[in-house]
Nanobody
Framework: VQLQASGGGLVQAGGSLRLSCAAS????????MRWYRQAPGKQRELVGF???????NYADSVKGRFTISRDNAKSTMFLQMNSLKPEDTAVYYC?????????WGQGTLVTVSS
């Protein structure tokens, strides 16, 4: 079982990035998929999630700027991040959740310069 997050990097404020989270070893379509982030010196926070049926919820801090999507055929979740701000700088993690089971991927670093 593995989740592989990718797509992070350095971007200027106002720019965009697209993160991917590729899953293997799970029935991807059955899992609720989540994006989290952890900024330096801060607690990990939920960015948003997408359910197996495609319902989506976002943290207030990213609403209108970030878009979560999933491609069940490719067992991959995406996070499109637009209008990035320096405060979006963090390590971004993806997680797969089914009932009481959760799987975590390694993080990908997003750095937004001002």
């Amino acid at each position: 079982v593995q989740l592989q997050a990718s797509g992070g990097g350095l971007v200027q404020a106002g720019g965009s990035l697209r993160l991917s989270c590729a899953a293997s070893g799970i029935i991807f379509s059955s899992y609720s998929m989540r994006w989290y982030r952890q900024a330096p010196g801060k607690q990990r926070e939920l960015v948003g999630f997408i359910t197996p049926l495609g319902s989506i919820n976002y943290a207030d801090s990213v609403k209108g700027r970030f878009t979560i999507s999933r491609d069940n055929a490719k067992s991959t979740m995406f996070l499109q991040m637009n209008s990035l701000k320096p405060e979006d700088t963090a390590v971004y993690y993806c997680s797969a959740v089914l009932s009481t089971r959760s799987v975590w991927g390694q993080g990908t670093l997003v750095t937004v310069s001002s």
